[in-house]
């Protein structure tokens, strides 16, 4: 299924853990946290699933953050058992064609679930970041590119960022701060590279700053874009 297992990594690598599962009405979305969890927690990083894939997914995306809270969040539809989404999308001929009222749903669902995440741990948006893997990847970029004052930044990890985004866009002095990594297989099947050059494009047209590179691979996050993520990342996180 495409989006269910995005991590060439070898099982070495593994150092932490998910969480069980939370579900609760103070929060928009379910989700767990990586184990093990900070007892005081600075900053904050949110990981979004592809479609099709489950929240467990990017579990070994995060290692070596420390006093990071890791959340995995799971997408609000089911496509099957362990099976969930973003918003539905079928790939044709003329490229991804999107339910647009879903994709939308989500972005304003993942902002307030991001803002409930601060509020209970008290964590500032500036050391919070989200990112994901193909759509949620896509979801990573709709929020941070049309509500900078939550995020410091965001990871498009084989992804794309929508068109259909651009009503909701924050102006360019709203995006001055927001930094972003770009980061995509050059035989991508799913999503061609093409929409990484669309990205890196359109981010520069606006003015954020953002990293953006390309692996020999295929749909999916090899451990050198893990690496580079991360290198990007933690600085970040840890930033004064």
Do not use: C
């Not at 990981?47 to 099709?52: N, Q, R, S």
């Not at 700053?209 to 991360?230: C, G």
């Amino acid at each position: 299924m495409f989006g269910a297992s995005p991590l060439e990594m070898k099982a070495h690598t593994m150092t932490t853990t998910p969480g069980p599962l939370h579900t609760s009405p103070d929060f928009a979305l379910p989700f767990r946290v990586l184990q093990p969890q900070p007892a005081h927690p600075t900053a904050l990083l949110v990981l979004l699933h592809g479609v099709g894939g489950s929240e467990t997914n990017l579990a070994d995306l995060a290692t070596d953050l420390p006093h990071t809270l890791v959340v995995l969040a799971r997408g609000p539809l089911t496509l099957g058992p362990g099976q969930f989404a973003w918003f539905r999308v079928a790939f044709t001929a003329a490229g991804p064609r999107i339910d647009a009222r879903e994709a939308e749903h989500s972005r304003q669902t993942l902002i307030r679930f991001v803002t409930q995440l601060q509020q209970v741990h008290g964590i500032a948006p500036q050391r919070t970041v989200v990112a994901g893997f193909s759509q949620g990847g896509i979801l990573s970029a709709s929020v941070a590119l049309s509500a900078p004052e939550h995020v410091a930044g965001f990871g498009l990890l084989s992804g794309r960022i929508l068109p259909e985004l651009e009503p909701h866009l924050a102006s360019p002095a709203q995006l001055a701060g927001l930094q972003a990594f770009v980061g995509h297989g050059e035989q991508d099947s799913k999503l061609p590279v093409a929409w990484a050059e669309r990205s890196n494009q359109w981010l520069t047209q606006l003015g954020v700053a953002h990293q953006n590179r390309r692996y020999p691979i295929d749909h999916s996050i090899s451990t050198e874009m893990q690496a580079d993520f991360l290198a990007w990342l933690r600085p970040l996180l840890a930033a004064d």
